[in-house]
């Protein structure tokens, strides 16, 4: 059969055709605009191409002109941290003595509702290469995860196979996932999110940034064949909301094989040993045409790129296919002539295919794509990779006012223990078991906390102990209720995360997940995020290396929570004296707690499990505070445990740090707050709950003291495993017990579908 390509010269013989641009999610005027670059219409590959790159996921039309305050906030220390920034495939930071580390966290949320298996695990596939195209090597995973209502029926169908996909893709590759969350909300119903986090590292001297230039150079395609899956992904499912029935979108979402990026991994990282590359850029959204196009756009010269060449495994596809298909493990490679044998046999060594496609030429800003002889493309790739850039209207929510004049006062139980118990037992707070067990976490041997910890911790230099804390946080219930201090909020969680393990926080990396850019009130809301976000890094010092934007999350016209993730990543020393997160049993300990408690319940855990709705204002943070905590830890010894106070405060502290030592405690809770049930349940921010040895506690009190942090010995552990507090009493096995049975009670019996059913 041959495939019938509309050419450039069919596109200026055929000026008035039809063309379906809608339907890739281009609008009139930005099909227009792309006439107008051309000269004519666009030929479908063309067409094809520009409908990928122009894309809410590729172009950031919609958030460039917010997002530049990043870049307005960074101060000169912040910078002289960062080796590779904002608008590279990960940031790249300095940690120290010839180690660097790369972060990155993207998202792939409308994939993984439509086919949860596949559209999650080819989400840490892609961000895998993300940390991979910098010269590193992938030595961990981090997954964040919303869903509807734990007990509704499609969380049923997606939640199985999304966790199923993440540990199943990381597991192959042999990635200990170190951490993450998992929310259910029923803003999430239609619209799951799933954020996926890689740390890679590598030596300063390694990193690699993808352009194409050198004139005569060549461009070669390797890793698995290219297929007919993922057509259509980031430019219809990316700028989609979902009605009934869309998850039933399958062609538009790639298919993963794992063991083909675990080579895939081991090949790269032999090509930059080698210096055979000029520079490597995945294949993930967008596939061949975001490769190509951003190569191109990136060097000093043009590129010609002949598709006869490209591997395939469907017959007869079209240009417009072959440059569309997000077939999953595949890298994009500019290789000097004289490197292209040495290039070929390391990839023949490790049985990856590879195939010279192209080369860079020196017609400036000029991309020609040629199949079956004829020219299909020919186009500026500076017009492709910059896209348009909206000014979207703004405004704040005329419900806003309303919302947050509720207060956020909740109506507090009287009985201690049962709102305790109810607590724990909560979608909100109890045990994640059945879905981390699914992952290993110590696989490579270098993971030093993981399941349950406020942080995941990792040793980076074998030899010196070297290593870092990364952490991934959001609060879209407090978001919603004040976008710049839920931003805010969440920075300061995963910062307070991280700085309790005894790291530095030193860099931020995000993902930003919200509706509609259409919708004023979602603009306004990513706009106040985004300058939430900006503002606290700089107050705090640690520069935001680089992030996603995720639009579009919404079924019919109702978006979901905005949900900004931000991720902290933190400098340990020597890992071997990070700080636990929780108890081992032994000797007995003195609690206590730092940071001030007010009653503060806007967006609370408390407010939403007993049925009071979402209102008030959230949690004020003072970042301020967050660096004096920070400072605290920063060298401390003699500190047995710590553990960050957030959703559920201090009783969701106290439990998890007991939990597992079989230990109770006495706990005065006067000295926390005047009334009990806001000192055990209030989620005031900057606080921290640590244990220490009886010998220890004046230290403790004191070094507060000094940091200006207020502080408060709350009580001891004791060795019958019974928590009493103000009157009242609960075996840390009931408590345990009530928090372990609640998913096992909807999932215990579930499946992982491949598919939607």
């Given at each position: 059969?041959?495939?019938?390509?509309?050419?450039v010269q069919?596109?200026?013989d055929?000026?008035d055709?039809?063309?379906?641009?809608?339907?890739?999610?281009?609008k009139?005027?930005?099909?227009?605009k792309?006439?107008?670059?051309?000269?004519?219409r666009?030929?479908?590959a063309?067409l094809?191409?520009?409908s990928?790159?122009?894309s809410?996921?590729?172009?950031y039309?919609s958030?460039?002109t917010?997002?530049r305050?990043?870049?307005q906030?960074?101060t000169?220390e912040?910078?002289?941290k960062?080796?590779?920034g904002i608008?590279?495939?990960?940031?790249?930071?300095d940690?120290g003595?010839?180690d660097a580390?790369?972060?990155r966290?993207?998202s792939?949320?409308?994939?993984?509702?439509v086919?949860?298996?596949?559209?999650?695990a080819?989400?840490?596939?892609g961000i895998?290469?993300?940390i991979m195209a910098?010269?590193?090597?992938p030595i961990a995973?981090?997954d964040?995860?919303?869903f509807?209502?734990i007990d509704?029926d499609?969380?049923?169908r997606?939640?199985?196979?999304?966790?199923?996909?993440?540990g199943?893709y990381?597991?192959c590759?042999?990635l200990?996932?170190?951490?993450?969350?998992?929310?259910f909300?029923?803003?999430?119903?239609?619209?799951p999110?799933?954020?996926?986090?890689?740390?890679g590292?590598l030596?300063?001297?390694?990193l690699h940034?993808?352009?194409a230039?050198?004139?005569?150079?060549?461009v070669?395609?390797f890793?698995?064949?290219?297929?007919?899956?993922?057509?259509?992904?980031?430019?219809?499912?990316?700028?989609?909301?979902?009605e009934?029935?869309e998850?039933?979108?399958l062609?538009a979402?790639q298919?993963g094989?794992?063991?083909?990026?675990?080579?895939?991994i081991?090949?790269?990282?032999e090509l930059?040993?080698?210096g055979?590359?000029v520079?490597?850029?995945?294949?993930?959204?967008?596939?061949?045409?975001?490769?190509?196009s951003?190569?191109?756009a990136?060097?000093?010269?043009?590129?010609?790129?002949d598709?006869?060449?490209?591997?395939?495994?469907?017959?007869n596809?079209?240009?417009?296919?072959?440059?569309a298909?997000?077939?999953?493990?595949?890298?994009?490679?500019?290789?000097?002539?004289?490197n292209?044998d040495t290039f070929m046999?390391?990839?023949?060594?490790w049985?990856?295919?590879?195939?010279?496609i192209g080369?860079?030429?020196?017609?400036?800003?000029?991309?020609?794509v040629?199949?079956?002889?004829?020219?299909?493309?020919d186009?500026p790739?500076?017009?492709?990779d910059?896209?348009?850039v909206?000014?979207?209207?703004?405004?704040?929510?005329?419900w806003?006012?309303?919302?947050?004049?509720q207060e956020?006062?909740?109506?507090?139980h009287?009985?201690?223990?049962?709102a305790?118990?109810q607590?724990?037992?909560?979608?909100?707070l109890c045990?994640?078991?059945?879905?981390?067990?699914?992952?290993?976490?110590y696989v490579r041997?270098?993971?030093?906390?993981?399941?349950?910890a406020?942080?995941?911790v990792?040793?980076?230099?074998?030899?010196t102990?070297?290593?870092v804390?990364?952490?991934?946080?959001?609060?879209?219930?407090y978001?919603?209720?004040?976008?710049?201090?839920g931003?805010?909020?969440?920075?300061?969680e995963a910062?307070?995360?991280?700085a309790?393990?005894?790291?530095?926080?030193?860099?931020?990396?995000?993902?930003?997940?919200?509706?509609?850019p259409?919708?004023?009130?979602?603009?306004w809301?990513f706009?106040?995020a985004?300058?939430?976000?900006?503002?606290?890094s700089?107050?705090?010092a640690i520069p935001?290396s680089?992030?996603?934007v995720s639009?579009?999350n919404?079924?019919?016209?109702t978006?979901?929570?905005p949900?900004?993730v931000?991720?902290v990543l933190?400098?340990i020393?020597d890992?071997?004296?990070?700080?636990?997160?929780?108890?081992?049993?032994?000797?007995?300990?003195?609690?206590?707690?730092?940071?001030?408690t007010a009653?503060?319940?806007?967006?609370?855990?408390?407010q939403?499990i007993?049925?009071?709705g979402?209102?008030?204002l959230?949690?004020q943070?003072?970042l301020?505070?967050?660096a004096?905590?920070?400072?605290?830890?920063?060298?401390?010894?003699?500190?047995?445990?710590?553990?960050?106070?957030s959703?559920?405060?201090?009783s969701?502290a106290v439990f998890?740090l007991l939990?597992g030592?079989g230990l109770?405690?006495?706990l005065?809770?006067?000295?926390?707050?005047e009334?009990?049930?806001?000192a055990l349940?209030?989620?005031?921010?900057?606080?921290v709950?640590?244990a220490?040895t009886?010998d220890r506690?004046?230290?403790?009190?004191?070094?507060?003291?000094?940091?200006g942090?207020?502080?408060a010995?709350?009580g001891?552990?004791?060795q019958?495993g019974?928590?009493?507090?103000?009157?009242e009493?609960?075996?840390?096995s009931?408590?345990a017990?009530?928090?372990?049975a609640?998913?096992?009670r909807?999932?215990?019996?579930?499946?992982?579908?491949n598919?939607?059913?």
């Amino acid at each position: 059969m041959t495939v019938h390509n509309d050419t450039v010269q069919n596109a200026f013989d055929s000026p008035d055709l039809e063309q379906p641009y809608a339907e890739l999610g281009l609008k009139d005027d930005e099909y227009a605009k792309i006439k107008a670059i051309l000269g004519r219409r666009p030929t479908d590959a063309e067409l094809t191409l520009y409908s990928v790159m122009w894309s809410e996921h590729c172009s950031y039309k919609s958030s460039k002109t917010h997002l530049r305050y990043f870049g307005q906030t960074m101060t000169e220390e912040m910078a002289s941290k960062i080796l590779a920034g904002i608008g590279e495939n990960a940031g790249v930071v300095d940690i120290g003595g010839g180690d660097a580390v790369t972060f990155r966290v993207e998202s792939h949320n409308h994939p993984s509702f439509v086919e949860p298996y596949q559209g999650a695990a080819t989400g840490v596939g892609g961000i895998v290469r993300d940390i991979m195209a910098m010269g590193a090597r992938p030595i961990a995973v981090m997954d964040q995860l919303r869903f509807g209502p734990i007990d509704a029926d499609d969380t049923k169908r997606v939640l199985p196979g999304v966790v199923h996909g993440i540990g199943g893709y990381g597991n192959c590759l042999g990635l200990p996932n170190i951490g993450g969350e998992t929310v259910f909300d029923d803003a999430y119903a239609g619209n799951p999110l799933v954020n996926a986090l890689c740390v890679g590292t590598l030596k300063v001297e390694d990193l690699h940034l993808a352009f194409a230039s050198g004139t005569g150079n060549k461009v070669i395609l390797f890793g698995s064949r290219t297929g007919l899956d993922g057509i259509g992904g980031v430019s219809v499912l990316g700028s989609a909301t979902f009605e009934e029935g869309e998850e039933r979108k399958l062609p538009a979402v790639q298919v993963g094989d794992p063991f083909a990026e675990k080579v895939l991994i081991e090949c790269c990282l032999e090509l930059y040993a080698a210096g055979v590359v000029v520079g490597i850029q995945d294949l993930g959204g967008g596939g061949l045409s975001c490769a190509t196009s951003e190569l191109a756009a990136a060097g000093d010269g043009g590129m010609r790129v002949d598709l006869d060449a490209v591997p395939l495994r469907a017959e007869n596809m079209s240009a417009a296919e072959i440059l569309a298909s997000e077939s999953q493990e595949r890298m994009c490679a500019v290789v000097a002539p004289e490197n292209v044998d040495t290039f070929m046999e390391i990839c023949a060594k490790w049985d990856v295919h590879a195939a010279v496609i192209g080369e860079v030429t020196d017609e400036h800003d000029r991309l020609a794509v040629y199949h079956q002889g004829e020219l299909v493309l020919d186009a500026p790739p500076s017009t492709i990779d910059a896209g348009p850039v909206y000014e979207r209207p703004y405004a704040r929510p005329a419900w806003l006012d309303g919302v947050q004049a509720q207060e956020g006062g909740v109506e507090k139980h009287s009985d201690l223990k049962d709102a305790w118990l109810q607590m724990v037992a909560s979608p909100a707070l109890c045990s994640r078991d059945f879905i981390t067990e699914q992952y290993d976490r110590y696989v490579r041997g270098n993971t030093v906390q993981a399941k349950r910890a406020d942080s995941g911790v990792l040793r980076i230099n074998e030899e010196t102990g070297r290593g870092v804390a990364v952490s991934a946080d959001a609060s879209g219930r407090y978001t919603y209720l004040d976008p710049n201090m839920g931003a805010r909020l969440a920075l300061a969680e995963a910062y307070r995360n991280v700085a309790v393990t005894g790291a530095t926080p030193v860099a931020v990396t995000n993902c930003l997940n919200f509706g509609s850019p259409e919708n004023p009130d979602v603009m306004w809301q990513f706009r106040e995020a985004v300058h939430g976000l900006a503002d606290g890094s700089a107050q705090l010092a640690i520069p935001v290396s680089g992030g996603n934007v995720s639009f579009y999350n919404q079924t019919g016209d109702t978006p979901i929570l905005p949900t900004p993730v931000v991720g902290v990543l933190g400098v340990i020393e020597d890992v071997t004296k990070a700080i636990p997160h929780a108890l081992a049993s032994g000797e007995e300990q003195t609690l206590v707690l730092l940071g001030a408690t007010a009653e503060e319940f806007g967006g609370s855990v408390w407010q939403d499990i007993s049925g009071q709705g979402l209102a008030g204002l959230p949690p004020q943070v003072d970042l301020a505070n967050e660096a004096r905590l920070a400072e605290y830890f920063s060298g401390v010894e003699g500190i047995t445990a710590a553990h960050d106070l957030s959703e559920g405060g201090l009783s969701q502290a106290v439990f998890e740090l007991l939990l597992g030592s079989g230990l109770g405690a006495d706990l005065d809770l006067s000295v926390v707050h005047e009334d009990a049930f806001t000192a055990l349940f209030s989620e005031s921010a900057s606080r921290v709950l640590v244990a220490v040895t009886r010998d220890r506690v004046d230290a403790a009190v004191e070094r507060a003291d000094a940091a200006g942090i207020p502080v408060a010995v709350l009580g001891s552990t004791t060795q019958d495993g019974t928590i009493r507090f103000a009157g009242e009493s609960v075996a840390l096995s009931e408590l345990a017990s009530a928090w372990s049975a609640t998913m096992p009670r909807h999932y215990g019996h579930a499946t992982a579908p491949n598919a939607a059913v």
